[in-house]
């Protein structure tokens, strides 16, 4: 049973640190989406890639966000430096471009804690 | 801009209680329509889609029919079973190119047996 997978599921970080969350998307899957999932905001979308170019990072503060594929096996979503705004639940979520189906597969999420 | 409004919650039913959990959409264009399910501590889950107006999707018992002359999606299912609380997202894409996903807030739905 093919899963979008997450690491880590918990981080807990004190104010001004680097955070790095790993996703790696379902064998075969050309696109990947990051997501965040805050009790005031909702779920929004954050930037999304497909064959590991970035299409929409609108979402994402260019300050200190920043969101890579280095290869087709892993996205990578960085914080430098941290707040305690930054705290939420990151998502990543894959799909294939052009199966009938239109889905996105959602990882179990990072839950953030910025101290 | 695109965008979904669903039904606050919580919504608290008994077990075989009739669950409707209203949808409604602003896009412009023909927009897919999905509802996801998240249970505590998961990530979301597809339960049904509807890529044009008048199909019916279905799941688990679970069944929501695109209206475009009323632009909603409303989710519904006959007889909930406690297996069935947790938090339900309408969202809607652009067409079929797989693109973004535009999430309503979630409405949290609790059954007690």
């Known amino acids: 049973d093919a899963r979008v997978t997450q690491t880590p599921r918990h981080k807990v970080t004190e104010m001004g640190q680097e955070v790095t969350m790993r996703c790696q998307p379902i064998?075969?899957?050309?696109?990947v989406f990051w997501y965040r999932q805050t009790m005031m905001q909702g779920l929004e979308l954050l930037a999304y890639?497909?064959?590991?170019?970035?299409?929409?990072d609108s979402g994402m503060p260019k300050d200190r966000f920043s969101a890579e594929m280095p290869d087709a096996t892993l996205a990578t979503l960085k914080i430098q430096p941290s707040e305690p705004r930054d705290s939420a639940v990151y998502f990543c979520?894959?799909?294939?471009?052009?199966?009938?189906?239109?889905?996105?597969?959602f990882g179990p999420g990072t839950r953030l804690t910025v101290l | 801009g695109d965008s979904v409004t669903q039904m606050e919650g919580p919504v608290t039913l008994s077990e075989e209680a009739f669950l409707t959990i209203n949808c409604t959409y602003t896009?412009?264009?023909?927009?897919?329509l999905f509802w996801y399910v998240q249970y505590p501590g998961e990530g979301l889950q597809l339960l049904l889609k509807?890529?044009?107006?008048?199909d019916k999707g279905s799941n688990k018992g679970f069944e929501a029919t695109y209206r475009k002359e009323t632009t909603s999606f409303h989710l519904e299912k006959g007889s909930v079973q406690v297996s069935d609380s947790a938090v339900y997202f309408c969202?809607?894409?652009?067409?079929?190119?797989?693109?973004?996903?535009?999430f309503g807030r979630g409405t949290q739905l609790t059954v007690w047996p």
């Open positions: 969202a809607l894409s652009r067409g079929s190119t797989l693109g973004r996903l535009y």
């Open positions: 064998l075969g899957h050309n696109t």
């Open positions: 509807a890529t044009k107006a008048d």
């Open positions: 979520a894959s799909g294939l471009l052009g199966e009938s189906t239109d889905t996105q597969y």
């Open positions: 890639f497909r064959n590991r170019a970035p299409l929409d």
């Open positions: 896009a412009t264009g023909y927009p897919s």
